[in-house]
């Protein structure tokens, strides 16, 4: 026979025999496991592999020569059932509430009662504190992102897997652990083949009874994907994608939903598909921010600083995020892994723009740093560390930087760290004066980017590039083809920033073509965008570049300007890329420069103008901005104003100054819904009012296709579900906010007790408020109680009351708190701070609703609905001694966490109008919230929570006269 005999039975031969059959079904037919025939359909040389010996070869034989194998018996440590010994119902009922903290992303919590079960010796059998170590290097891994710490605690529990130690339920959650640290960004543990190994075994052991079945499988297509990603094989990571969002389909887990769109986000960004990428990843910062998932949001957040970076806004408002997400991530106990670096990127190309060179250094230094440590690959921050040393001279670093990429030797995105060394190679090539083979060089890294198949980004920015190398080496019509061919790049993933980089080239290929009125025109739209993106830099080297396109035409002023902007690039520290380019052709007509401050009117005014307005992956904030500069540039001293209307036709101002009364006013829609209009205050030449249309109407187009490429900055409003309950002065616009109250409806009925967590000013009072007024008792009394306020002495008679003589001082008789909340609800305010002494009588009365006031004989009979809150953690209390244990369980039957208020973003802006309309003194109109305002108020950290924002909101209003509309100038923020 036969081809399996002479092989004796290698792994072709196996898959052969199994056919159509599972790995199950097939190992079933054998009487094995499915482990075990994988491990036969393993390559010879794989550690793991095994080949069928004895009966079971017997067995296949006989199935090979179309027999019936007769059922050899199964092994005698499955059938015992002794060695792999299951995890318990005691075991399973202490992981329980390890579990339910993982699923909430809440990894400190996590860890504490992860260690606290493993120490408390309770968990006897392997299985049981091999799932503990999974849950463990959980939190490690995707709380805190320290792959290693979180592969040392796995080691040992693969061991037992190897050892067939582990029951299979629990042995596939050590598989899908290891293939995700195998698959994650260490240059040391990084392994494909690995990843693939831990994924087989994991699917093999994959059954119904498997705890978490469906997370375990999408966590083995999440390291799947990673490892794809790090690889950088484009082609599987778009195959991947589909079956991420397959496995996603069954899992309920927040955390793996979470960590799955993350890898989502990741792969439409690398794919270039910028907006998508923008929105997944807001919408990753913000399903993380409800969740309380710091180092998710911290992800989001830097991804999102890079994409507004890319939509060429203010690099401040880059550096507010990354700040954010330092705070969030890196002051806590996050280690510095690779949304590290992530931030890195953002905040030095930010930095860049800013032409602050000594802290995009410091923290290019910061991040490699970081790349070296975990053996990653330098690719990570090539491109911001090549412009650094461009911008600052530094060409024999930059040689060194392109030799380092170009022999990057490791396992991470080997190909495309070499493709971006050569790209650095031609980079330098060109500014040593080599233009020709610069040009040479750029064409060749994308003959490598296309060997790889994809990165277009790179790509793109590479063809840019070129475009420019060629027409420095006087070779036209190839710089003509490679602008053909960046602009399709640019169409596919368009960013404002390297549009911008792309009009400049783009400027000076026209002036060596002789047609410097056109040249001068991209290169005034260009230094527009870099203006409007606050990248001083370049727009610097732009303004050189237009004084160069005057000289060439012989405009009289071109030399002193020439002079001044190299002033103004030594100024900034820039160290001028030496100019090998040929002069530029004598102009072919000469044309008369724009010249003496008249405004131009006519077509050829709007030529530069419609440049600005139709730079594509410019957000929908910054086109209004450009429509207003536009307008100022065009009609000098009318003071535009942009306004959206509302279905009122109320106006908001959005941008210009509010104190220039409009005459001529444009009503434009941007094609998705909103009305907005421009106004100038006249008169206007004869023409002006046409000009003034169609520009309003062009950016209503870029707006509407702003808003279909995802690049609209505003967020949608966020709706009340249907059916929800309404509770006069609870303010809630997030989700989080809504499930809450929905939560407080269902409990109407209830007399449960709840419990509030929540940080200090966050809103705790308001939700036991909520909760009383919804409930059916909101007509009988609401007390409040704070446990903090009242002196230890005077604690107990406080709450349970006294007879009068019960102590010295009680001169009359007291109901005590409890009692005068008969009928109703007890909301007690800070109940951590309740002294122990009391705390046994405390418990006495929520088991059997009892008070025993001092001096009484006989205990009283109360019905009261006990609503507790604190902003203390009770689980470390209890564990001190300073809370007692059986007092925190009966608190627990309904907990509630108000989640604090950086963590619902959605609600800053519906409280501050809550509170604005709710502060502004009587018979006045409540000033309107302009939209900088809105902005600075969402943008910032809120440590003090709602408290804070309404302290906020009445300081600003307690200036008075109050303005029309309040802008960021007149909120105070900080006091
Ligand atoms: N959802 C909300 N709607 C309207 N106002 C709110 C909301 N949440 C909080 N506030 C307001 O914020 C302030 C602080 O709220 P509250 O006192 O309930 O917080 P807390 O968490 O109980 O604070 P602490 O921990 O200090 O006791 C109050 O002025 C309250 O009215």
């Given at each position: 026979m036969s081809r399996t005999e002479a092989e004796g039975f290698g792994p072709e031969a196996i898959r052969a025999l199994r056919g159509e059959l599972s790995r199950a079904a097939f190992a079933r037919r054998l009487g094995v496991t499915p482990l075990t025939v994988y491990r036969w359909e393993?390559?010879?040389?794989?550690?793991?592999a095994r080949r069928p010996r004895g009966r079971v070869a017997e067995a296949l034989r006989l199935l090979a020569e179309g027999g019936q194998p007769t059922l050899p018996p199964p092994p005698a440590r499955l059938a015992t059932g002794l060695a792999r010994q299951e995890v318990s119902r005691e075991e399973r009922a202490l992981l329980a509430p390890c579990h339910a903290l993982l699923r909430r992303a809440g990894w400190r919590a996590a860890e504490d009662a992860l260690l606290a079960v493993l120490a408390?010796?309770?968990?006897?059998?392997v299985g049981a504190r091999a799932l503990a170590a999974v849950g463990l290097a959980y939190v490690y891994r995707w709380?805190?992102?320290?792959v290693r710490r979180a592969f040392t605690l796995l080691l040992p529990h693969l061991a037992e897997a190897d050892a067939g130690r582990l029951p299979g339920a629990v042995e596939v959650h050590v598989h899908a652990m290891a293939a995700n640290l195998f698959a994650s960004p260490d240059g040391r543990l990084f392994d494909p083949g690995k990843v693939n190994v831990h994924v087989a075994r994991a699917e093999a052991l994959l059954?119904?009874?498997?705890?978490a079945a469906a997370e375990a499988r999408c966590h083995l297509r999440i390291a799947e994907m990673s490892a794809a990603f790090y690889m950088g094989a484009p082609e599987l990571i778009s195959r991947q994608k589909g079956r991420v969002q397959e496995a996603l389909a069954?899992?309920?887990d927040p955390t793996m939903r979470v960590l799955a769109a993350d890898v989502l986000a990741h792969e439409a960004a690398f794919q270039g598909e910028g907006s998508l990428a923008t929105r997944r990843f807001r919408e990753l910062a913000q399903q993380a921010g409800r969740e309380g998932y710091a180092f998710m949001e911290a992800r989001g957040l830097a991804f999102l600083a890079q994409r507004r970076l890319d939509e060429a806004a203010e690099p401040d408002e880059a550096l507010t995020l990354v700040r954010r997400a330092r705070e969030l991530?890196?002051?806590?106990?996050?280690?510095?892994g690779f949304t590290f670096i992530f931030a890195a990127r953002a905040e030095a190309d930010a930095l860049l723009r800013l032409a602050r060179f000594a802290e995009a250094e410091a923290v290019l230094n910061e991040g490699d740093a970081v790349l070296e440590e975990h053996g990653?690959?330098?690719?990570?921050l090539a491109v911001q560390r090549a412009r650094f040393l461009y911008l600052t001279g530094r060409y024999a670093d930059l040689r060194r930087l392109a030799a380092r990429l170009s022999g990057y030797a490791g396992p991470h995105l080997q190909a495309h760290t070499r493709a971006t060394g050569c790209w650095v190679e031609a980079l330098v090539d060109w500014v040593e004066g080599h233009a020709q083979r610069a040009a040479e060089g750029f064409a060749n890294t994308q003959a490598r980017i296309l060997e790889g198949n994809g990165w277009p980004i790179l790509r793109r920015d590479c063809l840019i590039t070129e475009v420019g190398a060629r027409t420095a080496a006087g070779q036209l019509p190839e710089a003509r083809t490679a602008l053909r061919r960046a602009r399709a790049l640019l169409e596919q993933c368009p960013s404002a920033w390297s549009t911008a980089r792309l009009l400049r080239h783009e400027g000076a290929l026209l002036a060596r073509e002789g047609r410097s009125r056109e040249a001068r025109e991209k290169l005034e739209a260009s230094l527009a965008t870099f203006t409007l993106a606050g990248d001083r830099p370049e727009a610097a080297l732009t303004r050189r570049r237009l004084a160069q396109v005057a000289r060439a035409g012989g405009e009289p002023d071109a030399e002193a300007r020439l002079v001044q902007s190299e002033e103004e690039l030594r100024r900034l520290g820039?160290?001028?890329?030496?100019?090998?380019?040929?002069?530029?052709?004598?102009?072919r007509e000469l044309e008369a420069p724009?010249?003496?401050?008249a405004p131009r009117l006519?077509?050829?005014?709007?030529v530069v103008p419609f440049e600005r307005l139709a730079v594509?992956?410019?957000g929908a904030p910054l086109i209004q901005r450009e429509l207003v500069r536009v307008l100022e540039g065009l009609?000098?001293?009318?003071?535009p104003r942009l306004e959206e209307l509302d279905s009122q036709g109320r106006a908001t101002l959005l941008?210009?100054?509010?104190?220039v009364p409009a005459s001529e006013w444009v009503e434009f829609g941007d094609e998705c819904g909103r009305r907005l209009r421009v106004g100038v205050a006249g008169p206007l030449p004869a023409d002006g009012r046409a000009l003034l249309t169609s520009l309003a109407r062009l950016a209503g187009f870029a707006l509407e296709v702003a808003v279909l490429r995802g690049f609209a900055h505003a967020e949608p409003p966020v709706r009340e579900p249907e059916g929800a309950p309404e509770v006069p002065g609870f303010i809630a616009a997030s989700p989080a906010m809504h499930k809450l109250k929905a939560e407080l409806a269902g409990l109407s009925g209830s007399r449960a007790t709840v419990i509030v967590t929540g940080?200090?000013?966050?809103g705790k009072e308001v939700v036991a408020r909520a909760l009383h007024r919804l409930s059916?008792?909101?007509?009988r009394p609401y007390v409040a109680f704070n446990?903090?306020?009242?002196?230890r002495e005077l604690f107990e008679g406080q709450l349970f009351g006294y007879r009068r003589g019960?102590?010295?001082?009680?001169?009359t008789d007291h109901p005590g708190v409890i009692r005068a909340a008969h009928g109703g609800t007890l909301f007690l305010d800070?109940?951590?701070?309740?002294?122990l002494e009391v705390q046994p009588k405390l418990l006495r009365f929520l088991e059997n609703g009892e008070v025993f006031p001092l001096g009484e004989t006989r205990p009283a009979q109360v019905d009261v609905r006990v609503i507790a809150a604190t902003h203390r953690d009770l689980g470390q209390l209890v564990r001190e001694g300073r809370f007692r244990e059986d007092l925190y369980y009966r608190l627990q039957v309904v907990p509630m966490r108000v989640p604090p208020l950086r963590e619902r973003r959605e609600d800053v802006v519906a409280l501050a109008r809550h509170f604005v309309n709710h502060l502004t003194p009587e018979g006045q109109e409540p000033p309107q919230l302009a939209p900088d305002a809105l902005a600075a108020l969402v943008a910032h950290?809120?440590?003090?929570n709602v408290r804070e924002l309404r302290n906020v909101i009445e300081r600003s209003l307690?200036?008075?006269?109050?303005?029309?509309v309040l802008g960021a100038d007149r909120l105070r923020i900080r006091g």
């Open positions: 393993l390559p010879q040389a794989a550690p793991q408390s010796g309770g968990l006897r059998s709380g805190f992102e320290d059954g119904p009874n498997v705890f069954g899992v309920s991530a890196w002051d806590g106990r996050l280690a510095r990653w690959t330098p690719q990570h820039i160290t001028p890329p030496p100019d090998f380019s040929p002069e530029p052709l004598p102009a724009a010249s003496d401050g006519g077509a050829e005014a709007l594509r992956g410019m009609f000098p001293g009318v003071g941008l210009g100054e509010d104190d940080e200090s000013g966050s059916a008792r909101a007509e446990c903090a306020a009242v002196p019960a102590y010295t001082g009680a001169a800070e109940i951590g701070e309740l002294p950290s809120w440590p003090g307690a200036f008075g006269p109050l303005p029309a």
